[in-house]
């Protein structure tokens, strides 16, 4: 679901005329590119200047020109000063209230000594909201994309002759010298052709899927690009920016050269940066946000979103207009992402997260079909499985009651339905689709990490580095008293002593362990509800529940331990922020993973404990009629129902699924448009009684929601946890990818809407992998094989059919398995148990003389022992140790094996594709070789000049 591309087809609005660029393309990119043009934005909505406020900045300093004449749109479209002409780059806001108002003083001050122009204005509705509007000139600009190594495009060059295809590759800095790697060596003057081999392998599957233009929505999977006319083409790649080589690159308007997610990138660099105390080290934006001196800070969106005129028509009136139409809009759920125009926008690690969430859903595809398919095998074979058939037919065979007292004595014929919904599930392709699944997760992960390499390679982040990071102002006030000398800045800062730091740990891991013992304690509980309420379903008034007392049972404790699960959650955000604060990391990304981690083992288990129970403990420790186990002596442990555990598990999986993914889907499209709505609504009856019309851009940001002061932690937290939930026990639930896919692919549209329309635009940053969340993908999938190996071998009945299809049905011996050989396996699989053997306590009420006009005399119970007048009664028997042992025997190989075809995988699979690699490779040796030549110009040009001033080195290389 998502594309990335350097080659189409595109046309840029630019002053009222439109110039289409031909399409180029590049052997890296595996889907289409959007790339915008960086123009300002469009509003239909008047700015109304509030001019109570005068402007702070420096007028003389501004880029004024005698006669130049100032658009219109530019002083009424809020995205500008007053003036027209200084772009918004990015907005703080204060309460005049406030009391820190030195502080404020002091940080302004030297935002204006740091050559940032500052104009606020004060807000339509509360007088005593500030908005400080700061716009960075040219200087500024310039100075700090070359101190932040900012990579801008520099100037084409066509190393082919006429008329042949110009594919541009990389310049570099070197040795201080600016190097052009135009594609051919000045001694072989070779041309340089790359294979195009995904662009073709693509027009193949084009051709194909145009033959079914009749039924598929209009070019499904793609981009309409003929409705995108406001985007321009960039195929030029980057340099880091230099103001003494400026004139290399492509400066066509200083005002556009930086676009508006890398001016409002450098502007809070420099606010990070800059002292708000004459004091050591009180520096940054995040301080004084943290202690209320200011109360929101954020980049502008690029106006409106809407527009009364259509994109095919008239193009797009901006950016964020663009990515509504073609990324946020419903309409366009079965396209693939414009992930480069998401990335110019919003940044290189949002962009990642949904080029990531792409190719997840992407990657749920096959493993959705697969899964339907086994389900639908599952169908189409239902009528000639032997066992539920058996099952179906047994009316003469009589159950023991499943409760004490209440419940009654049943047929197992009163089980069909629930046998066949097993075989739905569990069935001979169950084993396959388990190992399956196993392989999938390791072809995901290997593949997304050559995906992510493309993805770095084309955005500039392969040798891009975070540079070092501040300090966290809460562990400096802790530790201010402390100083040791810092090896790589040289500069004394505070630390933590190592006995500090073990100690706090320590006391960290104890609150860990302490809050999955609440979990344990929470699923004991649900535990007790399931004991105690099946006796009280069974005696429910209503035939419907009585006669459904277990499945009742199991459908309300999965509802309420929903409802526990997602209380848990806030009480588990809180007290992962309080043992992380208590930790004190050292830097904020030292901070993000350690809650990172915590919140993702709080949440995995109290997600996933209730269904380890019912997987792995439902039913296996009850003991047996006549002597029960029970819970604090007195209530009798749950039973599986007579066809099986398994249909609780795929109750259990199914609802929690569905549940919490439109719980998940209200909380981030929901619960914003309700808190925008209700805003809206305030600040309008404001405004009108005011008599204003509408905002400026800066108020209608402020009151869109601020972005999760997590970041990107929930939305990645919850993809995580539905990938556990698709591969952890999906020999269970087949159909688990299949409700993750459509799930999918309404939360990229959906993140898209909310990321576009209801929350504020959130700073472009940039990072070159997903961070923590992939080892945490990768522990997954370890699990994975582990408990899908124990469902299979526990939970389902695939092994002891196995068992008595080889050794005691009738093909015992002859290396056969089919249905024939299931014939009487239910019976095999039953006990016998004498009546009167019962407990006091456990003796139900009724005889089970409606079954036969008399006293029933024996029942049955799922279970391998001997019957009463055995010489052992109800000991083991030899079949028992016989699928105990082949359990074992199936886990251990099916382990092993999984894990060996995994790591067989990885190995197979490089982390980088072989055309990037080679074109990697490529390019290294042209600076090699652009090195030796220009070391050989230099020597030539010095000996030329040394024999024209008379001079002659007979010994001089070369």
């Not at 809070?268 to 202690?291: A, D, F, M, P, T």
């Not at 119970?861 to 009463?868: A, E, F, K």
């Amino acid at each position: 679901m998502e594309a990335s591309s350097s080659g189409s087809t595109i046309s840029s609005v630019t002053g009222g005329k439109t110039k289409t660029h031909q399409p180029a393309k590049d052997v890296n990119i595996f889907f289409d590119e959007l790339e915008g043009v960086n123009s300002p934005s469009k509003d239909d909505d008047s700015l109304l200047h509030h001019g109570n406020l005068t402007s702070t900045s420096d007028d003389a300093s501004r880029l004024e020109v005698v006669g130049e004449e100032v658009p219109d749109k530019n002083k009424t479209s809020g995205l500008y000063f007053r003036d027209g002409k200084c772009r918004i780059d990015y907005i703080l806001v204060y309460r005049k209230s406030n009391p820190q108002t030195e502080k404020r003083e002091v940080f302004e001050r030297n935002i204006r000594a740091e050559g940032l122009q500052m104009e606020k204005e004060s807000s339509l509705t509360n007088s005593d909201i500030i908005f400080v509007k700061l716009h960075a000139p040219w200087e500024v600009l310039g100075k700090y994309a070359e101190l932040m190594n900012v990579r801008m495009p520099f100037r084409p060059f066509n190393p082919f002759s006429a008329g042949a295809p110009c594919i541009l590759v990389r310049c570099c800095f070197l040795n201080g010298h600016f190097i052009e790697i135009n594609g051919r060596s000045r001694r072989s003057r070779r041309k340089i052709y790359y294979l195009h081999r995904r662009y073709k392998f693509m027009n193949r599957i084009e051709k194909q899927i145009s033959r079914f233009r009749g039924w598929l929505p209009r070019k499904p999977m793609k981009l309409d690009k003929e409705t995108l006319p406001d985007l321009e083409e960039n195929d030029c790649y980057t340099a880091p920016f230099s103001q003494q080589r400026i004139h290399h690159f492509i400066i066509h308007n200083k005002d556009t050269f930086f676009n508006n997610a890398t001016r409002s990138r450098i502007v809070h660099h420099i606010l990070q940066r800059v002292k708000y105390e004459e004091g050591k080290n009180k520096i940054g934006l995040n301080r004084l946000l943290s202690n209320g001196s200011y109360e929101a800070a954020f980049p502008l969106h690029e106006g409106s979103y809407r527009s009364k005129n259509s994109i095919k028509t008239h193009g797009a009136e901006n950016h964020r207009h663009l990515l509504y139409e073609c990324w946020a809009s419903w309409g366009v759920w079965y396209k693939y992402q414009p992930l480069d125009l998401v990335r110019r926008y919003f940044g290189e690690k949002i962009g990642l997260y949904f080029a990531w969430l792409g190719w997840y859903t992407g990657m749920l595809f096959p493993a959705a079909f697969i899964g339907l398919f086994v389900f639908l095998y599952g169908v189409t074979t239902l009528n000639h499985c032997q066992v539920s058939k058996e099952v179906c037919q047994a009316t003469d065979i009589i159950m023991c009651p499943i409760c004490d007292k209440y419940c009654p004595f049943m047929r197992l014929s009163d089980s069909c339905i629930y046998a066949k919904v097993t075989h739905l599930f569990d069935n001979g392709a169950t084993v396959f689709f388990a190992v399956f699944m196993a392989v999938w997760a390791t072809v995901f992960l290997e593949f997304w990490k050559r995906r992510r390499a493309v993805i770095a390679y084309d955005w500039d982040l392969i040798d891009w580095e975070e540079e070092e990071e501040e300090i966290r102002p809460q562990f400096e006030a802790k530790y201010s008293k402390k100083e040791r000398m810092n090896p790589i800045s040289g500069k004394p800062e505070p630390y933590q002593a190592f006995a500090d730091k073990c100690s706090r740990l320590i006391v960290s891991a104890s609150g860990i362990f302490f809050m999955i013992c609440v979990v344990i304690a929470a699923v004991f509980g649900i535990v007790i509800y399931r004991v105690v309420t099946v006796s009280t379903f069974a005696a429910f008034k209503w035939a419907l529940i009585r006669n459904n007392s277990q499945v009742a049972t199991t459908g309300t404790a999965v509802c309420i331990n929903f409802c526990i699960i997602m209380l848990l959650n806030v009480l588990y955000e809180k007290v992962a922020l309080f043992l992380t604060n208590l930790e004190q990391p050292r830097t904020e990304s030292e901070w993000e993973n350690s809650f990172t981690l915590k919140m993702f083992l709080f949440q995995f288990v109290n997600l996933n404990s209730s269904t380890f129970y019912i997987a792995f403990f439902l039913g296996r420790f009850t003991g047996h009629p006549g002597a029960y186990l029970r819970l604090i002596n007195r209530w009798r442990l749950e039973e599986c129902h007579p066809s099986g555990c398994l249909i609780d598990l795929c109750m259990q999986m199914g609802i929690i699924m569905v549940l919490k993914q439109t719980w998940n889907n209200f909380m981030e499209l929901g619960y914003p448009l309700i808190q925008n709505w209700w805003t809206r609504r305030k600040t309008t009856a404001r405004v009108w009684h005011t008599g204003k019309t509408s905002f400026p851009q800066w108020e209608k940001d402020y009151n869109l929601q601020p972005m999760n002061a997590y970041g990107l932690f929930d939305e990645y937290l919850e993809m995580i946890l539905q990938f556990g939930f698709t591969t952890i026990f999906v020999a269970a639930f087949p159909l688990a990818p299949l409700l993750a896919l459509l799930n999918n692919i309404i939360e990229i549209r959906l993140d898209a809407y909310k990321f576009v329309t209801q929350w504020r635009r959130p700073l472009a940053s940039r990072a070159k992998d997903i961070g923590i969340w992939y080892g945490i993908l990768e522990g997954i999938g370890i699990l994975s094989v582990i408990t899908n190996a124990f469902v299979i071998a526990v939970t389902s009945d695939f092994i002891p059919r196995l068992v008595y299809a080889y050794k005691y049905g009738p093909c015992a011996g002859q290396g056969e398995a089919g249905q024939k050989c299931m014939v009487g396996y239910v019976n095999a699989s039953l006990s016998v148990f004498l009546v009167s053997d019962f407990e006091n306590r456990s003796e139900p009420t009724s005889n089970g003389s409606e079954f036969s006009g008399s006293p029933l005399k024996y029942c049955r119970y799922r279970d391998y022992r001997d019957p009463p007048h055995s010489p052992v009664p109800y000991g083991y028997t030899l079949q028992f140790w016989h699928v105990l042992a082949a359990r074992l025997a199936f886990i251990i190989v099916f382990e092993h094996l999984v894990f060996c075809i995994k790591h067989l995988i990885s190995y197979l699979i490089p982390d980088l594709p072989k055309d990037l690699r080679d074109r990697m490779r490529r390019e290294k040796y042209l600076i090699q070789e652009m090195m030796y030549e220009a070391e050989l110009e230099r020597l030539q040009k010095e000996r030329k000049e040394r024999k024209k001033n008379g001079k002659s080195y007979h010994n001089e290389w070369p």
